[in-house]
T-cell receptor, first 111, second 113 residues
Framework: GQNIDQPTEMTATEGAIVQINCTYQTSGFNGLFWYQQHAGEAPTFLSY????GLEEKGRFSSFLSRSKGYSYLLLKELQMKDSASYLC????????????FGAGTRLAVHP | EAGVTQFPSHSVIEKGQTVTLRCDPISGHDNLYWYRRVMGKEIKFLLH????????ESGMPNNRFLAERTGGTYSTLKVQPAELEDSGVYFC???????????FGPGTRLTVT
């Protein structure tokens, strides 16, 4: 079956660093995406990993280990506006293009 | 460049009624996807269009759901007749090529009473 796990909620302090983990078990693997979603808005693309290692993009970085079925999203210099849900999604193999989503991690950043 | 748009943003209907949701993808995106999030659950795939053709409809719950994309531009998702368990947020997404990031619309919140 397909399974993606991530913590339900996390809290962090403004200016700090937070790491949101995601583990997955899917039928094949063609890449992992992280999306940010503010309440009532569209999920917005943050990062894409298909090879092992760290991808850095400004304050956000994403890491992938395919052998461990593991990814994390690292947010640095947290700002209040980073309070949102963070969705981990996997693109399985097999010629299909449907994303398999985790339930999302709700991050609350406080002063 | 305009993003993915969806209409309506909210819809409240009674059980047994019909509702049609619309999605306008980003211009030039051949790939269009429908997803759904029911209360407290993860976003789940419904189906994928490439232009006007259904590439994958493995996520469609049952035959009360009908998706179309005539002309390969906008898409509609019709639920007829609606049931209580159809309540949720219906997202549309589009991408230029398969395997690349999908751009999501803001969703349509459907409430069936």
């Amino acid at each position: 079956g397909q399974n993606i796990d991530q913590p339900t909620e996390m809290t962090a302090t403004e200016g700090a660093i937070v790491q949101i983990n995601c583990t997955y078990q899917t039928s094949g693997f063609n890449g992992l995406f992280w999306y940010q979603q503010h309440a009532g808005e569209a999920p917005t693309f943050l990062s894409y990993n298909v090879l092992d290692g760290l991808e850095e993009k400004g304050r956000f970085s994403s890491f992938l280990s395919r052998s461990k079925g593991y990814s994390y999203l690292l947010l640095k210099e947290l700002q209040m506006k980073d309070s949102a849900s963070y969705l981990c999604a996997v693109l399985p193999s097999g010629g299909y293009n449907k994303l398999i989503f985790g339930a999302g991690t709700r991050l609350a950043v406080h002063p | 460049e305009a993003g993915v748009t969806q209409f309506p943003s909210h819809s409240v209907i009674e059980k047994g009624q019909t509702v049609t949701l619309r999605c306008d993808p980003i211009s030039g995106h051949d790939n269009l996807y429908w997803y759904r999030r029911v209360m407290g659950k993860e976003i789940k795939f419904l189906l994928h269009f490439v232009k006007e053709s259904k590439q994958d409809e493995s996520g469609m719950p049952n035959n009360r759901f009908l998706a179309e994309r005539t002309g390969g531009t906008y898409s509609t998702l019709k639920v007829q007749p609606a049931e209580l368990e159809d309540s949720g947020v219906y997202f549309c997404a589009s991408s230029q090529t398969q395997g690349h990031e999908q751009y999501f619309g803001p969703g349509t919140r459907l409430t069936v009473t």
